[in-house]
């Protein structure tokens, strides 16, 4: 009889929207270092084909899968597909990271580490040893800055980096969750779903991660999505003062 634990089952999610030019050297990045994770795309009918070039990969290579959605429908509601898609295949742990190669994946071997003594792990910015390499912007520092200040004020977040996707989720955790009350379609579900993470006592870790400019193609937020997140966090805090949520 075997006396080692199993190891625990990790699914790698990948929401794409036009990453055409990322989407088939990213998988083939993450399997040299998660080689036995499996690779869900969720796509919402990519223009330039990001949606085809994930099925050939799927036809190709062993647990790759893809989700296609009709249209651009959020980052945030396609991060909720692939949580619901790791709870309905009784995955062990969902690892969520942007399909631009902003989130490296030789860092994916250090979230897993952490989650032997946590429930989500950060791939964070703001802790030692992380950061931001390449140009990132001053607009784009001010907004990042300014939104985990406003995250941490009124959703009471302690972790240093909130609005970053490069995490893992215990999956048991978020089965525990109510998803209907999630409010956020797109860029605030970051923060919002640590807050529901922290409502069912999630233990947070972070860890060191560098973010590095996408590769190609161009990111999708906008002042409409910047502003449609600080409405949400907004609200969300309103009702956690008046005890709401
Ligand atoms: N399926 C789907 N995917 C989307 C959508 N919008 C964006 N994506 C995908 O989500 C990832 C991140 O999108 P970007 O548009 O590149 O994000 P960003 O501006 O670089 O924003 C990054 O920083 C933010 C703040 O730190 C983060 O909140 C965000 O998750 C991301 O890491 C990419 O893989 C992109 O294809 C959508 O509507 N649907």
């Not at 893809?66 to 062990?92: C, P, Q, W, Y």
Request: glycine residues 8%.
């Amino acid at each position: 009889m075997s006396t080692q634990a199993e190891a625990p089952k990790v699914l790698i999610s990948l929401a794409t929207y036009n990453e055409a030019g990322n989407v088939e050297p990213l998988i083939e990045n993450i399997r040299q270092f998660a080689p036995d994770a499996s690779i869900l795309v969720i796509d919402d009918n990519s223009p330039d084909g990001t949606g085809a070039i994930a099925d050939a990969m799927a036809a190709r290579l062993k647990n790759v899968f893809v989700i296609h959605r009709s249209g651009k429908l959020g980052l945030g509601t396609a991060t909720l597909e692939a949580m619901a898609f790791a709870i309905e295949n009784r995955f062990d742990y969902l690892l969520n990271m942007d399909a631009d190669f902003s989130h490296p994946p030789k860092f994916i071997p250090d979230l897993l580490a952490g989650m032997a003594d946590h429930d989500v792990m950060i791939g964070s910015r703001y802790v030692p040893g992380g950061g931001v390499e390449g140009e990132f912007n001053l607009k784009r520092k001010f907004m990042s800055t300014g939104i985990n200040m406003y995250a941490r004020t009124f959703l009471g977040l302690t972790n240093r980096d909130n609005s970053g996707a490069f995490r893992c989720y215990r999956v048991s955790k978020l089965a525990e969750m109510d998803f209907s009350k999630i409010r956020s379609r797109g860029y605030s579900f970051q923060e919002e779903i640590l807050y529901w993470c922290k409502k069912v006592g999630c233990r947070f870790g972070e860890t060191p991660i560098l973010f590095m400019n996408r590769r190609s193609g161009m990111s999708k937020i906008n002042s409409r999505e910047a502003a449609a997140a600080i409405w949400i966090i907004f609200r969300i805090g309103v009702a956690r003062l008046v005890g709401r949520a």
